[in-house]
């Protein structure tokens, strides 16, 4: 396992549903090439992302800026962080369906 490729899983909750969260976190993490996935759950929206430890935080410290105008993050708590192995492909960031 690489501790420098990680992946992250958090739970968003707010007004994160029904607001264009999930494309526009979607087109983020697609620019800043990081993989994993988005889903909306009972009361949350479920992330996961994949990549260098640095462009995940990164992703993170700058994501409260860049939602959409109609979004509102009230909480980011994160489940599980877990290193990846360092041969393991990036996996293209998807959008899941409903849980």
Avoid: K
């Amino acid at each position: 396992m690489d501790p420098s490729r990680i992946r992250l899983t958090c739970d968003c909750r707010g007004v994160v549903q029904g607001v264009g969260f999930r494309p526009a976190l979607y087109r983020l993490a697609c620019q800043a090439g990081i993989g994993g996935s988005i889903q909306n759950r009972a009361g949350a929206v479920r992330l996961v992302l994949e990549g260098p430890r640095s462009a995940v935080e990164d992703f993170l410290a700058r994501l409260p800026a860049r939602l959409p105008p109609q979004a509102r993050l009230e909480s980011l708590a994160v489940v599980e962080t877990c290193p990846l192995p360092a041969d393991a492909a990036p996996s293209p960031f998807a959008i899941l369906e409903s849980a």
